[in-house]
């Protein structure tokens, strides 16, 4: 009976050669759905959602829209998503923790992930916190609107991105020329985004290497008034 409704679909033009070459190809099509459907078994769809773990959202909206053959199978075999994450090992409330998260919760994340120099591009949240940036986009309806509403300037975290080494090397010299406390608190406090770049870009993870790497060499861990006149070298 499938059979007969594939073959009632109309294909116009090529004459009979091709409806015959049409019908061929989706009798194919349907047979590589049905050894597709009937290949899952437990143990494998079990190394799909681990091989997703701490990758990308395991929740039942993201996989059913993502991996629709994998849910479906999973559903059939498990019974529910849910069990299918339990038999896992995985805890389900965590799992679907990011449908409950709140307005306050998820800039609260975005938040904290700021405060604490982490990337906050879109493109690296999508690849690195897929339930943050999913529950966000819900929440918000886009990245950069969330980050808006936390306080954050989406332009800087933007530069941030685009900015060469030369250009961090210049912003740092400048803002020292202008006698700017370069003292890591004071750098993160207000300008974040010079700092995270520099860091990233210059000092291997260090703002004290990124300062001293375009010749800044006054020790800015200590009090104002113990710093002395440090050298700076010519960059």
């Given at each position: 009976m499938?059979?007969?409704?594939?073959?009632?679909?109309?294909?116009p033009g090529n004459g009979n050669a091709g409806r015959t070459?049409?019908?061929?190809?989706?009798?194919k099509e349907l047979h590589r759905?049905?050894?597709f459907y009937r290949k899952w078994y437990d143990?494998?769809?079990?190394d799909h959602i681990l091989s997703k773990q701490g990758v990308e959202a395991l929740n039942s909206y993201y996989y059913a829209t993502t991996y629709p053959d994998v849910y479906a199978a999973a559903e059939r075999l498990f019974g529910s998503w849910r069990e299918a994450i339990e038999a896992c090992g995985l805890d389900y409330s965590t799992i679907r923790k990011y449908k409950e998260w709140s307005r306050e919760k998820v800039l609260d994340e975005v938040k904290l992930a700021y405060q604490e120099n982490r990337p906050l591009s879109s493109k690296y949240i999508q690849d690195n916190n897929k339930p943050l940036y999913m529950a966000a986009v819900k929440r918000f309806k886009s990245w950069g609107k969330t980050l808006a509403l936390a306080g954050i300037d989406y332009a800087k975290i933007r530069l941030r991105r685009s900015m060469t080494k030369e250009d961090i090397?210049?912003?740092i010299l400048a803002l020292s020329q202008k006698n700017t406390d370069l003292a890591y608190t004071n750098m993160r406090e207000n300008y974040q985004y010079l700092l995270a770049?520099?860091?990233?870009?210059?000092?291997?993870?260090?703002?004290?290497?990124?300062?001293?790497?375009?010749?800044?060499?006054?020790n800015f861990r200590l009090p104002k008034h113990k710093r002395g006149g440090g050298k700076q070298q010519p960059g």
């Open positions: 499938l059979v007969k409704r594939v073959c009632a679909q109309p294909r070459l049409w019908l061929d190809d989706k009798l759905g049905i050894m143990d494998m769809i079990i090397e210049r912003e770049a520099a860091m990233k870009k210059c000092g291997g993870g260090s703002w004290d290497k990124a300062r001293k790497g375009v010749g800044i060499l006054t």
